[in-house]
């Protein structure tokens, strides 16, 4: 049966999409929506759910969801889960550990079971001793992710068991010290590998890892006594991803150990004391497909040590030391860049007609720039643009007509912009956009109006906007959107009503407005595909709560700064919410 239902150890490289915002446990949010540049999401198994779906028509579960919800339910009678199948036996422990049912004693029951994957990641109550049954799994175990966990350098001693390893994971592992790293050598059929924040990894600890020559992935964020350890990875050519992300000692120097990693793609040295010198290092680096080096004492001048990277497509100077000055050189030196992030640099119009000539742009991030209207006529042959971010800048409506023929674009942000209503029938056009921020408080009603031809968004974000009760008949129009921010305080109950037809939602976000109550959550109550629900900061009580208990899917609960107790909401979760797993207010 092999690993087909084990959870996956693949990594991924940067998934660049600047304006997908979930919702905040709070009842606010950042002042405007930052490009990240993510590595891999955590992977979540599907949920087990027995109850009806938001069509009203119930589908039976298959016999294996049946049993394992009912071994979830009496985990603690089963003394071991060995004679099983391993393939079944890791569907319950995914299970168990999803649901948050595995504990010091539940966890016994998985001994010698042969197990594959067992990611544990911020997993509550980890210690030694867990480690013992972790251990036991011998060869069989694969992939193993314990960070943020309470585990000394015991526990890597009890692993020396796991001779396979292919991916291990302990960020976090504040406990284990540099003689525990010693024994991370042994481990020869790794291929990827992260401790971030690790204080206790030095230099010379660093020894460790030049053994480990299948190594294609290794993850040393916020590992600040590294300086002059990077040595030690020279003879791993085989590494595709290198992250040192916020290792404040890393310098120049540094990085001239890099230049041997001939097959590497993607670099993540946000926020590292490198200069233009430190990325002279880099020209070598042909196969390199991302970097990342935001928030680097880096100037337009590294342009010229980058045209030498053929593959480069994804290139983050956010947050840098950029000017106008020296920009004439991105159309000649990365004309085969695909995401460009230069946000949060002391850059203008001026800079924008240098980026004519990238036609192969497809992510463009300036927030936090100084463009206006006559920049952005400099982006208008960019057709090829999907991800645009142009938040947190001096753009007015009549700039937005110049944005109208990028028929291809998916994700808009406009937050913090001067942009009225007026500029967003400059839009209307734009049939392929998914994702659209206007988190701007002159947009009102009429604005919502203009955009009800975009029927393919998916995520729409109205966080500040002033939208009344009357703009809500308009979302109508958007039957596929999955999350949907409201926040700028002037809807009632009577406009939720409005949202009931949503049946895609997942995320809904309608915190700060003052007027909702208890028949708010009973007009949300059909839509059961809900994931996450913020709505705080109204007049909702612990009587409304009732209306919740159809949401079976919900795993996100904020309303704070309502008439609702923590203890109902635990009672809630308990009694008809099982995949509940963050609430607020929380005890």
């Given amino acids: 049966m092999g690993g087909v239902c084990s959870w996956k150890r693949e990594y991924y490289y940067a998934d660049e999409n600047p304006n997908r915002r979930g919702v905040s446990g709070r009842y606010f949010k950042s002042r405007s929506s930052k490009w990240m540049w993510m590595m891999a999401s955590a992977f979540f198994p599907p949920v087990v759910d027995c109850q009806s779906p938001r069509g009203g028509r119930s589908t039976c579960p298959s016999l294996m969801e049946l049993c394992i919800h009912k071994i979830r339910e009496d985990v603690s009678k089963f003394g071991s889960f060995s004679v099983l199948p391993r393939d079944v036996s890791q569907l319950i422990f995914n299970d168990l550990v999803y649901s948050r049912y595995l504990s010091a004693y539940s966890i016994e029951a998985f001994r010698d079971c042969a197990l594959q994957d067992m990611l544990l990641k911020e997993y509550p109550g980890i210690k030694d001793s867990w480690i013992d049954v972790v251990s036991s799994q011998g060869s069989s175990l694969l992939s193993l992710d314990i960070s943020s966990s309470e585990v000394t350098d015991y526990s890597l001693f009890l692993l020396k068991n796991c001779s396979s390893l292919q991916a291990l994971t302990f960020d976090y592992c504040d406990l284990i010290t540099e003689k525990g790293f010693k024994q991370i050598s042994g481990f020869q059929k790794l291929t990827c590998l992260g401790f971030k924040n690790s204080t206790a990894l030095t ?315 208890d028949k708010t959550l009973e007009h949300l109550s059909g839509l059961t595909g809900l994931v996450s629900l913020n709505v705080s900061n109204s007049r909702i009580t612990n009587d409304g709560l009732q209306h919740l208990r159809p949401l079976k899917s919900l795993r996100s609960l904020s309303l704070e700064s309502c008439s609702v107790t923590a203890e109902e909401l635990k009672k809630l979760q308990l009694s008809a919410l099982p995949n509940l797993v963050k609430f607020r207010p929380e005890l």
Wanted: charged share 20%.
């Fill in 203 to 517: 230099a010379e600890g660093m020894q460790c890892l030049s053994s480990l020559v299948n190594l294609v992935k290794l993850d040393l964020e916020r590992c600040p006594r590294i300086h002059g350890g990077l040595v030690h990875i020279e003879g791993l050519t085989r590494l595709e991803s290198l992250t040192i992300r916020c290792c404040k000692c890393i310098v120049d120097s540094d990085m001239k150990s890099l230049a041997g990693l001939v097959n590497l793609k993607q670099l993540q040295t946000p926020c590292v004391n490198i200069t233009d010198s430190g990325v002279f290092y880099l020209k070598g680096l042909r196969k390199l497909v991302l970097l990342n080096m935001e928030g680097c004492h880096i100037t337009a001048a590294c342009l010229d040590y980058l045209s030498d990277l053929p593959s480069l497509q994804y290139l983050n100077l956010c947050r840098s030391s950029l000017k106008d000055a020296g920009c004439e050189k991105f159309s000649t030196a990365l004309g085969n860049l695909e995401v460009l992030n230069i946000g949060y640099n002391d850059i203008t119009d001026e800079c924008l007609t240098h980026l004519q000539g990238l036609t192969k742009l497809e992510s463009l991030n300036l927030d936090s720039c100084r463009i206006g209207d006559d920049g952005l006529a400099n982006l208008a042959g960019l057709v090829n643009l999907k991800n645009l971010e142009l938040s947190d800048n001096k753009i007015e409506s009549d700039g937005i007509q110049h944005l109208s023929g990028l028929t291809n674009l998916e994700d808009l942000n406009l937050s913090f912009t001067l942009v009225t209503e007026d500029g967003l029938r400059n839009l209307s056009g734009l049939r392929s956009l998914k994702s659209l921020n206007l988190d701007i408080r002159q947009i009102t009603d009429s604005g919502l109006a203009a955009l009800t031809g975009l029927t393919g968004l998916t995520h729409l974000d109205l966080f500040g906007a002033q939208i009344t009760d009357s703009g809500t008949k308009y979302l109508q129009y958007f039957k596929n959107l999955h999350s949907l921010d409201i926040c700028g305080g002037g809807l009632t109950d009577d406009g939720v009503k409005n949202l009931k037809h949503l049946s895609s939602l997942t995320v809904l976000n309608l915190s700060q407005n003052l007027d909702l109550t």
